[in-house]
C-alpha cells in the first residue's frame, strides 16, 4: 500500500509538491479551504529556479502558457529626473544561456494549470477543506476540518500560505507583521510600444512615494502592482469597490509616461490588499507535519520570490525525502526527523535572507521626497549599470 501524504493547500506549492511526491512513489491527496481554484491573486513571475523544479515534474511546464521575459527597463517619473534608469536584456541573455529565462503569468492560470497536470497523474484533491487540528500519533498524523471529514495519513505537509491554519496548529497563532507598505494591482493594457515590440518587457516604474511594477503575462495584457506607503489594509485579495477603482485609475500614477499610465487609467480587476511577512521560524517542523512555501516563510513580493522560493522547498523537501526513505514507504519519525532538519538547515538560512531583502527593497523603492527619489534613482542607475552588483543584488532566480 502506498504511503498516504496529507497536502495542506491547493495553491502553487501543493499540488507541484503532489506531483513530485507521487512520482517518488507516495500517495498525495492535497486539500483546501476555498471550493475551487481561485481568481484571487495577479500576475506574477516564475524565474529560473521556479523553472528547474517545474521542469522535474515530466510534461508539466509545457501545460504552463505564461509569457516569457526579454527586456526589464526601468523608468522614473519624477519631475525633476524623469528618465529612463536602464534597458536590461538579462531576461533574454539567461534564457539563451541556460535554457530558461523567466515568465510572467495570472497566478489563477498558473494554480489551473498545476491542478489540472495533477490530476492527470491521479492526484486526488479535495476541496472546501478547512484543516482545524492535528493529532499525531507514533506512526500517523490524524486531520479534522472545519467541515467534520477526518484523515490519517503517514506525514503532513503544510504549504497553506500567510495563513496557514497548519503552522497555527504547530506553533499558535503569530501575527503578520505588517510592512507598511499596500500594493493596488490588476490587469491592464499593453502599452503600444510593448506590444509593437511583441511584448516581452517588464517594466519598474518610480515616483515620489510610489512605484509600479508591469509584467507581461499574454500579447495584450500586463499584470500590474503599484507600491506605497498606508496604514494596515487587510489583505484579503477582494476587489476594490467601483469608487475606490475610479478614484485610483484618476491619481497622479495613471499621468505617468512611458505607458504605465496606460496601464492604469484602462485597468480591470483591480484588488488593493496589505503586504505582510512574519517573523522568521527557527523550525518549520514538529514530529511528523512540516510547513514550507508562505506557510515557513512569507515574504513581501518585491524580489518576485514568494513562489519560486515555495518551489525551491517542495524541490528539496522531496530529494531529502528520498534520500532518507528511499523506498517511500511509511517513515518513521526518525527518519522523517533526518529529511526535516536537513530541509531546514539548508532552506531556512536562504529564505531568511530573501524576506529581509525583500522588505529592504520595498523601502527602497517606496521613498518621499525630492532629495530622497533622485538618491534612489542614482543607487539603481549605479547597480543596473554593474553586471556583478546587479547579480549580488537580484540574483536570488539563477
Known amino acids: 500500500m502506498s504511503t498516504r501524504v496529507g497536502v495542506i493547500g491547493a495553491g502553487i506549492a501543493g499540488p507541484l509538491l503532489a506531483m513530485l511526491l507521487k512520482q517518488k512513489g507516495y500517495e498525495p491527496v492535497v486539500f483546501e479551504r476555498n471550493p475551487a481554484p481561485s481568481e484571487a491573486g495577479i500576475g506574477i513571475g516564475v524565474q529560473p529556479n521556479g523553472i528547474r523544479v517545474i521542469e522535474s515534474v515530466p510534461g508539466l511546464f509545457e501545460t504552463i502558457k505564461g509569457r516569457h521575459l526579454d527586456e526589464f527597463h526601468f523608468f522614473s517619473v519624477i519631475p525633476e ?27 489563477s492560470e498558473l494554480q489551473k494549470a498545476m491542478v489540472a497536470h495533477a490530476e492527470t497523474l491521479g492526484i486526488e484533491f479535495k476541496w472546501s477543506h478547512k484543516l482545524e487540528t492535528l493529532e499525531q500519533a507514533e506512526d500517523s498524523v490524524t486531520v479534522t476540518f472545519a467541515n467534520g471529514a477526518q484523515e490519517t495519513f503517514s506525514f503532513v505537509v503544510g504549504c497553506d500560505g500567510l495563513h496557514s491554519n497548519t503552522r497555527i496548529c504547530l506553533f499558535g497563532e503569530q501575527p503578520a507583521d505588517y510592512t507598511g507598505l499596500i500594493q493596488v494591482g490588476g490587469y491592464g493594457p499593453s502599452p503600444a510600444p510593448l506590444k509593437a515590440k511583441g511584448n516581452h518587457t517588464a517594466m519598474n516604474v518610480f515616483g515620489d512615494g510610489v512605484h509600479m511594477i508591469a509584467v507581461p503575462i499574454d500579447e495584450d495584457t500586463m499584470g500590474f502592482a503599484v507600491t506605497m506607503r498606508e496604514p494596515e489594509a487587510k489583505e484579503t485579495w477582494r476587489a476594490m469597490d467601483e469608487a475606490g477603482v475610479a478614484e485610483f485609475k484618476k491619481s497622479a500614477v495613471s499621468e505617468w509616461p512611458y505607458g504605465a499610465g496606460e496601464i492604469v487609467k484602462n485597468g480591470w480587476n483591480v484588488t488593493k490588499y496589505g503586504l505582510y511577512d512574519r517573523p522568521e521560524l527557527k523550525t518549520w517542523h514538529q514530529g511528523r507535519v512540516v510547513l514550507i512555501g508562505d506557510a515557513a516563510h512569507p515574504t513581501s513580493p518585491h524580489l518576485g520570490q514568494g513562489a519560486n522560493q515555495s518551489f525551491e522547498d517542495a524541490g528539496l523537501l522531496v530529494e531529502l525525502l528520498e534520500k532518507y526513505n528511499p523506498t517511500a514507504e511509511a517513515p518513521l519519525t526518525a527518519t522523517l526527523q533526518e529529511a526535516f532538519v536537513e530541509l531546514e538547515k539548508e532552506r531556512i538560512p536562504r529564505t531568511a535572507e530573501l524576506v529581509k531583502r525583500a522588505r529592504a527593497q520595498g523601502e527602497t523603492r517606496v521613498v518621499h521626497g525630492t532629495e530622497a527619489c533622485v538618491k534612489r534613482n542614482n543607487w539603481y542607475r549605479e547597480i543596473l549599470s554593474n553586471e556583478q552588483l546587479l547579480r549580488q543584488r537580484f540574483g536570488a532566480g539563477n
Open 81 to 107: 529626473d524623469t528618465s529612463v534608469l536602464a534597458e536590461l536584456q538579462h531576461p533574454k541573455k539567461m534564457r539563451e544561456a541556460t535554457g530558461r529565462g523567466t515568465f510572467g503569468i495570472r497566478r
